[in-house]
């Protein structure tokens, strides 16, 4: 079963929309990807100045995946979060039911684990040709909620949104007998 219920409203930003820049998977200029990484985590970080902004982008390490990579595995330990720019993915869920969701540029991954230091819950893994995603370390997530913890808050209040979501969707299983993933 596939959980697309309010995906775009979740995940998918169009912050991009409308300004010339090519966001096919895989076909994303160099040159842009730091454009649209700001884009999206102006995007994500409601409230944040642009010396915010970039505090968060410089402590993002840019990863490049191919189709069908496993960027994690359901029990692997939390070493990160991820921001997608480029590309699509696809959190599966082990288990009997298989759920599985979607998950687009513009969209953090990986969060919830690197907060509470949890393992990870579901298997993410690469649906387009090429997926870009700029990673935040466990290392310099907690250097930065030590140096800054106004700049580390943008992260939980992404999660907090995210969880949310999910509440949301552990609500509509209950009267409507859809589930929710924890990517």
Sequence with gaps: ????????????????????MDLQPGKTQQSSLEEIARAYLTSLCTGANADEIDKLYQLLQPEMYYYNDNVWTQGDESESLKLIVDGSLLSLLEDEDG????????????????????????????????AILYSLSKEKWELLTSEDPKVARFIDVIAIRYLSHRIQHVSNHNLFGKRSLPV
């Design 1 to 20: 079963m596939i959980l697309q219920n309010d995906v775009d409203d979740r995940f998918r930003s169009n912050i991009l929309e409308g300004t010339g």
């Design 99 to 130: 759920a599985k969701e979607s998950c687009y540029p513009g969209t953090i991954v990986g969060e919830l684990g690197l907060l509470n230091g949890t393992r990870r819950l579901t298997t993410l893994k690469v649906t387009s040709e090429i």
